[in-house]
């Protein structure tokens, strides 16, 4: 049973629990590491290559705590809203080679935006949330679902969203403090954060 | 140690710059931690570790560290002269993208460096990883004679911005960013995936031209320009647009295919352009746009020194010349033009022979340090040649500084010539590489110690694997290493450079072994030597006599011309 995180301007908290099909399970437990080993370096790395990587066709949860996710290309393609309607709005969710722009007038009736991360290191959903929010001007929840981990959490806040449907079985804790890894960014982002630039041309900085 | 930079003319941290470093170094101990107690699986700590410069290589797990655009304080190069003593083996590796790694560290004590480097404005951040890498430029720039506009304030900006943008953190692949501010370019920034011209405009306005997919490895290709005339203010704005294209349209579907070069090729460079400028128009003027007064703020960081007004320098130094032909050779070689009069900008060479090219040992770190304070305002810089260089030496100064470098072993006077090979880490150290680069460089460098001097300016450049670290496409002759069936061969390429002229080298022979590598290479610079006209380069006179009379002067006649 893995939490749902929210963002809000002054802090991160857990939400609720997910049911099932809302989060990604947890992957077999990890063996720890020989240090020993690991300090001897990896000997030839060449066979470890493998350049071709598969994505999947379709999105890595099928739920929300409103129901079941309507696809971007479902919505598109809806007869009216009254066909796909939820008490809550549709939860619509968006896979990371789709194209978010394609909501644009398209917006009425979805309660929630959410983006799928079929691999943690898929980056592509984070510009996903800034154009939902920056281009569509999408004021309301941008969740986060699939291989949600805590070290990409702050980079995730950054980006626009403000839900995270955690993968299973990590420590909620430490995901909840991720939002606080750094006191100061260098960046204008979604999250409308004072960013060092501005910082710096606004306020005489102290040398360090 | 903090304020250690204090006066030097770099960027020095502010309140923020130090806490944002500082925050690193804890969040990478916490995730180290969990790594080794398996919360973190391999594959999951991967990605994290390299965007802190952490490899696991062949022998030993490998540590990166960042340094901006090859700029170094005194007090920065002595720290790592002491992380190289008491982390790794008395030694630190320059590397081509003008940053520092160090060969043999514990996976458990890299956040121990981490702190250390910290303490002195420094940090490992992205100098691995599909990120955003270290911002490189020339090596000569604030001092070079054809220098148009400084470009280490925008690199600098770039740099700030570019640091764990939350965005761009997870890109298909690797991004290299690179600034040229001279009339030659000394960046390489046609083999970088985005790279800026900087200019200034008829109103005197500091402008960009930027350039995209160029890039080197298994597809090499020269960047093709998508700008021209970008005001500086919107460098940021428009950067983010290249980067949001590429990281929503590049391949992640094979990692071989997966830099932005592909896909600039993929759509056209017009098709590409467009998409940008599309992404573009929706932040233009937005926040990202850079404050009126920031590149002046900046700028005030890298503002000239006081110099002295120093008189017939040169005539001084012609009877010391004449009279010590080593100090005649170095001069020569390793003494550049500066922007004021009775300066020089002075290569120390890390290729002497027997060396791995690019290494020092913590005590010539040391040494050059002092050197600096003493003759140089207290500042290195790391050229990507895998050379250091003092800026600004005072002409009268340089025997005094010669006789020091040479004492520590660091008087080579082969800057630019056949001997100064850029040279991969190769197999003894890289877990990815075919073939062993450093004995080769050795090899060949053995073979041309002696005619270095009567061969003049040639750009050997030697690597490994495929990859290219050791920029072999650019080379004006290139080695790459290659697997045949287990055993370490070479192709020699020839015509590559990384001037304003920039061009690729193309592979002339079938892969030898190890062995004939330094004959076939003295056989092109005999054949060279032959024929050359007066004042005629070795890669000026590639071009007119084509590399097919090359190759035939190196492997025999051929049936199949080269184009």
Redesign the interface.
Known sequence: MSQLLKLTANSAHVARALPEGAFKPAPDANPKPDLALVNAGQGDGRPKIKPNVPWPTEPTVTQWEGGAFVRLSEWLARANDATLAQADGVGVIIMSHEDPIALEGNLDGIGLIAIDFPRFSDGRGNSLANLVRTRLGWRKEVRAVGDVLIDQLFFMGRCGFDSFALRDGQNVARAVAAFNDFPHVYQNNADGRTFGLQDNDSVQRVAA | M??CN?GARMY?????????VD??VT?FAD?TA?????????D?FK??RLQNGVY??????LLRVAIPYGLLSSAQLRTLAKIGRDYDRSYGHFTTRQNIQFNWV???QVHEILGHLAKV?MHAIQTSG?CIRNVTTDHFAGVAPDERVDPRPLAE?MR??S??????????RKFKVAYNGATEDRAATGVHDLAFDVFRDATGEVVLDVKVGGGQGRTPRLAVTIKRGLHWRDMISYTEAVL?TY??FGR?????KARIKILVEALGCEAFSKEVEEDWA??RG???T??V??LA?MTAFFAPVAYLSVDRADAELAPLRLVNPRFNAWVKNNVSGHQRAGYAAVTISLKPSNVAPGDATSEQMDAVADLADQFTFGQVRVSHHQNLILADVARRDLLSLWEALDEMGLGSANAGLATDIICCPGGDYC??A?AKSIPVAAEVQARLADKAEEIGPLAIKMSGCINACGHHHVGHIGILGVDKKDEEFYQILIGGRTDTKVALGQIIGKAVPRDQVAPLIGGLTDFYLDNRTPDETFIDAVERLGKDAFHDAAFGPKKEKLS
């Open positions: 903090q304020g204090k020095r941290y502010n309140d923020i710059d130090q806490a944002i925050a690193r969040q995730q969990r790594y080794i107690d398996g919360a973190l699986s391999e999951e990605p994290l696991i290589e062949r022998h030993s797990p514990k996976l458990e404005q599909s900006l700030q911005w640091t764990l943008n939350p965005e761009f953190a997870f890109l298909p949001r990281n929503r992640r579907d094979n990692i071989y929706a932040i937005g926040p990202a850079l404050a007064g920031e703020r877990a990815l075919n």
